[in-house]
């Protein structure tokens, strides 16, 4: 799915209603919530945080795990979280990171690619195992 930013606020909520739909056919209704979460986060932040111009979604659902990638052409910026404590219990920011790192089996960065050969920034995260994992 790819989202060209003309309702910018849309895309978070777009991306993660396909992916936790996806969930639900497929059987996997346990890594939805956190799924819609992860996506919501990863999506805002390229909205708020970059000058990209599309959001490209990528899903990939394996046995044992779900893989979800969010692409953004801003090549210029990388994901940051704050440093120390400076997320406090109030802030409606900084917490994407966060939440990755505590919620995904694993995630992570880089530039490259979309597979239509586009220049990218990705940004990915897997859940799999045990539910909620």
Not at 58 to 66: A, F, G, K
Not at 89 to 106: I, K, Q, V
Not at 108 to 120: L, Y
Request: hydrophobic share 35%; glycine share 10%; net charge negative.
């Amino acid at each position: 799915m790819t989202d060209d930013r003309s309702d910018s606020s849309s895309s978070p909520k777009i991306c993660r209603d396909l992916v936790a739909l996806l969930l639900q056919v497929t059987g996997r209704t346990h890594h939805a919530d956190t799924a819609r979460l992860l996506v919501s986060e990863i999506v805002t932040n390229v909205n708020l945080h970059t000058d990209s111009l599309a959001v490209r979604l990528e899903v990939v659902l394996r046995h044992d795990r779900l893989r979800v990638s969010v692409y953004d052409d801003a090549l210029d910026s990388d994901p940051r979280q704050k440093p120390g404590n400076a997320c406090d219990a109030y802030d409606e920011n900084g917490r994407g990171l966060l939440l990755l790192t505590g919620l995904a089996r694993d995630w992570g960065g880089q530039r490259g690619a979309t597979a239509h050969g586009t220049p990218a920034k990705q940004i990915w995260f897997e859940l799999g195992g045990a539910p909620g994992r």
